[in-house]
Structure formats: structure tokens, C-alpha cells
């Protein structure tokens, strides 16, 4: 698999990444062995970049990762910090940054973080010279390697990217989400900032396996976060409505017969299509099977796609989905 520098650091990773929020909560139930079967299956495919968060599963995802951590070596772990409390600016502070990353240090099992980023926090947080003096402290404490932020819009990724110390931004990009290949992008290849990434099939709608009788479980965010209720709603099917979502997932399966590499697979090709984009370190889709972990690292294995493909994708973004995504996020 192509391996990629990740921004601002001395580390090398995967162009296929494995995003565990599933093995934590909100995807439906993952038992504790199947969660450790996805992880090898990923490692042995050729993942070396391993997302996760404190809030997912209130930590069960980082302790899960820190038991398979202690007999796999060369990994990279990315977590992030900062949504276990009220989303609010004078929350983003050192003292609970420290309480933040010493929890997430116990859960994984390390002394240090690779990586650990702020998990979409408030607009006025970013801007804030304290939380990047904050998170400066934790690097001078040896508490974290490198820094970053996950993000919601590109404003705020924009941001984030001119700040010295940012190492990364993790923000939504995929075919139904194409905003940050305006601006994002070629402003973190400029300054030499990582991006991860993540939602990049859409919860699931490039797969091409949903329609329009499809349900999900009631703890599954697919079923009870459409409508923004318990989180952004950008979140979930990158927030497409689930109808036109259906619909367009139809038009890019349909591209990708047409267009795609032999014998790949819509899911595979979406995150091709992620990788392939000039500036992006990792694409960290989720995967709840082993079948599932591998058939998505063999989309870093991908040859070049079309640029009729990616025609395409603007395409079909520009008729369908750019008038309910693009000006929010």
C-alpha cells in the first residue's frame, strides 16, 4: 500500500487508514473479539494508521486498541480529545487537556500520544491563541508527540492549517463532499499539514449496498442522528438526506461500472477516489468485519482512476448534492 508522510511529523502512514469509531458505540453492537479481528485484519492488509476518540464508546474503543497495542508494533494511533464535556470555549483549557490525554494514555497503554487532535471543537477555540499554547504545553510535557484538529467546516480547517504547530486536520471528504478540494487542500500542501480523511464513503452510502428500504439499528447515529439531534448532522451520510443520498449512490455505482478499475468495488473506489486526492496523508473509513478491514485497505492498492471518473464525481456532485452541502460545511 502507498505510504504518505504525515503532515507536520517524522511518521510515515498508510494511505488506507481504519477509523474505529464503530468499535466503540454508535454503529451497532461490536463485540470486543470482533473489534480485535477487524484491527489484525487491517494491520495484516497494510494499515498503519489506527483513528480513534476518548468519547467513543466513553473509551471502550482506546482500550480496545491499547490491548491489541501491546503486541503489534509500528502502528501510528491517532485519537482525539475534547467531546466528553459541554462543547463549549472555556472548556478547551490546559488543565483539562492534560486530564484528557493522561485518560487517553491509560486506555491505550503508552506513555506518549502519536497524535491527538481536538475532536470538532467550537469555531472561537481555534481562533483562540491559548488552545494552541495548551496544546504546545503537551508536547513540551512529553505527554503528546504532534497535534491536530478534526473538523466540522473549512473555515475552521483553514484556520487550523495556519497555525506552526498544527501537525493535522481531519475534516469530511468524499465524492458527495467535495468542498474541501477548493481551498483545504492546497493550503495544507502548502503549509505541510496532514489531512486525514474520515466519512469517506458517506456512512456508508458509496458502498451502493443501501436503498431506500434499508433500516439501521436504534443505537446505530444512521437511524437516530438524520436530523442533527445528537450531533452535527454532517456526520451522518455526510449530510445528504438519505433519499437523494440513495439515489446518488445509484449515479456513482453506475460511474464506477462505467469508469472504474476492473474487478473494484464502489465502496473501494470512493476511497480511491479519497486517496488519490493531492494532499490527503490517510483515509480512515470504518470497517465492523474483517472481510470488510481488507476489502478497504486494497483501495490503497488501487491503480490511477480516470480522470472520467473524476469528471464524473464533480459532475454529479454539482447536479445533485453541492445546493444541500456546500455552504454549510
Same mark, same amino acid.
Given at each position: 500500500?502507498?505510504?504518505?508522510?504525515?503532515?507536520?511529523?517524522?511518521?510515515?502512514?498508510?494511505?488506507?487508514? /481504519?477509523?474505529?469509531?464503530?468499535?466503540?458505540?454508535?454503529?451497532?453492537?461490536?463485540?470486543?473479539?470482533?473489534?480485535?479481528?477487524?484491527?489484525?485484519?487491517?494491520?495484516?492488509?497494510?494499515?498503519?494508521? !489506527?483513528?480513534?476518540?476518548?468519547?467513543?464508546?466513553?473509551?471502550?474503543?482506546?482500550?480496545?486498541?491499547?490491548?491489541?497495542?501491546?503486541?503489534?508494533?509500528?502502528?501510528?494511533?491517532?485519537?482525539?480529545?475534547?467531546?466528553?464535556?459541554?462543547?463549549?470555549?472555556?472548556?478547551?483549557?490546559?488543565?483539562?487537556?492534560?486530564?484528557?490525554?493522561?485518560?487517553?494514555?491509560?486506555?491505550?497503554?503508552?506513555?506518549?500520544?502519536?497524535?491527538?487532535?481536538?475532536?470538532?471543537?467550537?469555531?472561537?477555540?481555534?481562533?483562540?491563541?491559548?488552545?494552541?499554547?495548551?496544546?504546545?504545553? /503537551?508536547?513540551?510535557?512529553? #505527554?503528546?508527540?504532534?497535534?491536530?484538529?478534526?473538523?466540522?467546516?473549512?473555515?475552521?480547517?483553514?484556520?487550523?492549517? =495556519?497555525?506552526?504547530?498544527? =501537525?493535522?486536520?481531519?475534516?469530511? !471528504?468524499?465524492?458527495?463532499?467535495?468542498?474541501?478540494?477548493?481551498?483545504? /487542500?492546497?493550503?495544507?500542501?502548502? #503549509?505541510?499539514?496532514?489531512?486525514? #480523511?474520515?466519512?469517506?464513503?458517506?456512512?456508508?452510502?458509496?458502498?451502493?449496498?443501501?436503498?431506500?428500504?434499508?433500516?439501521?439499528?436504534?443505537?446505530?447515529?444512521?437511524?437516530?442522528?438524520?436530523?442533527?439531534?445528537?450531533?452535527?448532522?454532517? %456526520?451522518?451520510?455526510?449530510?445528504?438526506?438519505?433519499?437523494?443520498?440513495?439515489?446518488?449512490?445509484?449515479?456513482?455505482?453506475? !460511474?464506477?461500472?462505467?469508469?472504474?478499475?476492473?474487478?473494484?468495488?464502489?465502496?473501494?473506489?470512493?476511497?480511491?477516489?479519497?486517496?488519490?486526492?493531492?494532499?490527503?496523508?490517510?483515509?480512515?473509513?470504518?470497517?465492523?468485519?474483517? %472481510?470488510?478491514?481488507?476489502?478497504?485497505?486494497?483501495?490503497?492498492?488501487?491503480?490511477?482512476?480516470?480522470? #472520467?471518473?473524476?469528471?464524473?464525481?464533480?459532475?454529479?456532485?454539482? =447536479?445533485?448534492?453541492?445546493?444541500?452541502?456546500?455552504?454549510?460545511?
Amino acid at each position: 500500500m502507498d505510504q504518505r508522510t504525515l503532515g507536520r511529523t517524522d511518521r510515515t502512514v498508510s494511505a488506507i487508514g /481504519l477509523g474505529t469509531w464503530q468499535l466503540g458505540a454508535d454503529w451497532g453492537e461490536v463485540s470486543e473479539e470482533q473489534a480485535l479481528e477487524v484491527l489484525a485484519a487491517a494491520v495484516d492488509a497494510g494499515v498503519t494508521l !489506527l483513528d480513534t476518540a476518548d468519547v467513543y464508546g466513553d473509551g471502550r474503543s482506546e482500550r480496545i486498541l491499547g490491548r491489541f497495542l501491546r503486541e503489534h508494533d509500528g502502528l501510528t494511533v491517532a485519537t482525539k480529545m475534547g467531546r466528553r464535556v459541554e462543547q463549549v470555549p472555556e472548556n478547551y483549557r490546559l488543565d483539562h487537556f492534560r486530564e484528557w490525554t493522561d485518560r487517553s494514555r491509560r486506555n491505550l497503554g503508552v506513555e506518549v500520544l502519536d497524535l491527538v487532535q481536538l475532536h470538532c471543537p467550537p469555531s472561537a477555540t481555534i481562533a483562540d491563541d491559548a488552545t494552541w499554547d495548551a496544546l504546545d504545553t /503537551l508536547v513540551a510535557e512529553g #505527554a503528546v508527540a504532534a497535534y491536530g484538529v478534526s473538523v466540522e467546516t473549512c473555515d475552521q480547517a483553514l484556520a487550523a492549517i =495556519a497555525r506552526p504547530g498544527c =501537525a493535522s486536520v481531519q475534516i469530511i !471528504l468524499n465524492a458527495f463532499r467535495l468542498k474541501p478540494l477548493d481551498e483545504v /487542500l492546497p493550503a495544507a500542501r502548502e #503549509a505541510g499539514v496532514g489531512i486525514l #480523511a474520515r466519512v469517506p464513503l458517506a456512512s456508508g452510502l458509496l458502498s451502493g449496498k443501501y436503498d431506500e428500504s434499508t433500516t439501521f439499528a436504534e443505537d446505530d447515529h444512521r437511524h437516530y442522528n438524520r436530523d442533527g439531534s445528537a450531533f452535527d448532522v454532517g %456526520e451522518t451520510f455526510a449530510g445528504v438526506d438519505y433519499a437523494t443520498g440513495v439515489e446518488a449512490a445509484r449515479e456513482f455505482t453506475a !460511474l464506477v461500472r462505467e469508469h472504474g478499475p476492473e474487478g473494484a468495488t464502489p465502496a473501494q473506489v470512493a476511497l480511491a477516489w479519497c486517496a488519490q486526492q493531492e494532499g490527503v496523508s490517510t483515509v480512515i473509513p470504518g470497517a465492523r468485519s474483517a %472481510e470488510q478491514a481488507r476489502a478497504n485497505a486494497a483501495a490503497g492498492e488501487l491503480p490511477a482512476l480516470s480522470p #472520467a471518473l473524476f469528471d464524473g464525481v464533480r459532475a454529479l456532485y454539482d =447536479a445533485r448534492l453541492r445546493e444541500q452541502v456546500h455552504t454549510r460545511w
